[in-house]
């Protein structure tokens, strides 16, 4: 299934939640912030957000910043 | 002795405190953390400053480079401000700070929304429009203005616990160009005023203090110095001195010279 992630296409595996997908991209999730379809999902949360096919995802992090 | 010469001229020092969103600020110098070439030089700047509020930036994370968690170089006594840099209106700017809370770290926010690309001035029409969406969700909101009074006291009215004018554009090290409205900022709003964004050299961050400006957040003038540890100490005491200068009341501008010495009892004298 596809999905789109901060603005590309990613293909990911049926079944995958949030924090499984971030586990396999390398990326902790205590340093992520999530929007999903648009809507905020804490942090807490990752476990059970299951991505679905079209579905949209903004990932963020903190950078410097003035 | 002091107290007693402030009674008469200048403020009471021993009452000086910064209070914002309820907070007693313990440094009137804010320090952002963009542009460091290297991020473990952020600690040790903001120790070298006494800097209490850290600003830092929200991004996307970018699947294509390894990038460090920068948060682990802020201890953890400080107040995180997160800003809305990258918001071109409102609604962006309250996504963002709705994104920054759920981080964590914290209800601080400093509104920035920028649709000039050349100066990056802040717009000061959409900066309202989120200041009073996100103060009615409990955020402690410190908008980056375009220096004006009204828009500040339209901001104040919204519940902003705190106004930043620019000293100049940000990232240009120009100093206080904007001196006169600053000045008139602080003299009338019964809210502390931030100098934000321009300030390039501790002198500058002074002058901000003694206009009467209540803290001054620099950046760019720390991270690109030659040494920024060494520039973080001097902006933290320019900060302090500045302050104090304020708060003693300088002495009088003339056209004219006046002696510092007596005028009487000359050597010459009949």
């Known amino acids: 299934m596809k999905i789109t992630i901060n603005g590309e296409s990613h293909t990911c595996q049926a079944g995958e939640t949030l924090l499984s997908f971030l586990k396999a991209e390398g990326i902790s999730p205590q340093t992520v912030v999530a929007e999903y379809n648009g809507s905020i999902v804490q942090m807490n949360q990752f476990g059970t957000t299951l991505l679905h096919d079209g579905d949209s995802l903004e990932l963020l992090r903190f950078v410097g910043g003035g | 002795m ?6 008469k001229k200048g403020r009471n020092i021993m009452e000086d405190q910064l209070i914002i969103g309820g907070k007693e600020i313990k440094s009137r110098l804010f320090l952002g953390t963009g542009k460091f070439g290297d991020d473990h030089l952020i600690p040790k700047c903001i120790e070298a400053s006494g800097a209490q509020i850290i600003t830092v930036a929200m991004r996307r994370i970018d699947f294509h480079t390894s990038q460090e968690n920068m948060m682990q170089y802020i201890p953890k006594d400080c107040i995180l401000m997160p800003n809305t840099s990258g918001a071109r209106n409102a609604e962006e700017a309250v996504r963002i700070a709705r994104l920054g809370r759920a981080a964590g770290c914290g209800d601080w926010v400093k509104i920035e929304v920028v649709s000039d690309n050349k100066y990056l001035l802040p717009d000061n029409e959409e900066t309202l429009k989120a200041v009073d969406t996100l103060v009615k969700e409990g955020f402690t909101v410190l908008p980056y203005m375009t ?3 009204y ?3 339209r901001m104040r009215d919204s519940g902003a616990a705190a106004v930043m ?17 600053v000045q008139i900022m602080a003299e009338e709003l019964d809210l502390p005023v931030v100098v934000d964004a321009g300030i390039g050299k501790p002198s500058e961050a002074a002058e901000c203090m003694e206009i009467g400006a209540a ?5 760019t003038a720390v991270a690109t110095a030659g040494d920024p540890v060494r520039m973080a100490a001097a902006f933290g005491k320019a900060v302090q001195a500045g302050r104090e200068a304020f708060l003693a009341s300088p002495g009088a501008v003339r056209q004219y010279a006046e002696a510092s010495s007596p005028l009487t009892g000359f050597l010459h004298e009949a």
């Open chain 2, 215 to 219: 803290a001054v957040l620099v950046n």
């Open chain 2, 151 to 153: 828009a500040a006291r």
């Open chain 2, 165 to 181: 004018p620019f000293g100049a554009p940000i990232g240009t090290n120009k100093g206080l160009r904007t001196r006169e409205v």
């Open chain 2, 2 to 7: 002091l107290l007693e010469v402030n009674e």
């Open chain 2, 147 to 149: 220096p004006d009074l």
